[in-house]
């Protein structure tokens, strides 16, 4: 019942507004919000402007959005679903090329330097030592 009230409102919105409506949804999403994310005709921006934002490895269902530290000021990428999902990574720049790592499906793959050279190394190290050698 109630995703037909939403999907209603929805395209009536849609009809209104010339072809673009600003849906804003809490951190758990409704049975007929997942249903517009699976559309590739939807363009998804988090309320931070990230468009099509990159999913939480952890709890599968959130989204990372760049948050601030209170001490020190530092930006850091958080889970949408905080504090449900607790999932925090230091490297900002994971939003502009998101690459899961392939080892442990949770880190993402970021560009580091070593005495060989460029890699690309997970942001689980040292649990996850995943790398790929970049040329």
Do not use: W
Request: hydrophobic share 30%.
């Amino acid at each position: 019942m109630q995703i037909c009230r939403e999907r209603r409102l929805f395209y009536v919105a849609l009809t209104r507004t010339k072809n673009e409506v600003v849906l804003l949804t809490p951190s758990e999403a409704s049975l007929f919000v997942e249903e517009l994310l699976k559309d590739n005709n939807y363009l998804l921006t988090t309320t931070d402007g990230a468009v099509n934002a990159t999913g939480c490895p952890y709890c599968k269902t959130g989204k990372l959005v760049i948050r601030q530290h209170t001490a020190n000021g530092s930006q850091f990428l958080g889970c949408s679903h905080y504090p449900s999902c607790n999932q925090t990574f230091k490297n900002v720049e994971i939003l502009a090329d998101s690459i899961l790592c392939p080892g442990c499906e949770s880190g993402f793959m970021v560009k580091r330097s070593g005495r060989f050279g460029n890699f690309l190394g997970c942001t689980n190290y040292p649990g996850c030592t995943n790398t790929v050698k970049l040329k």
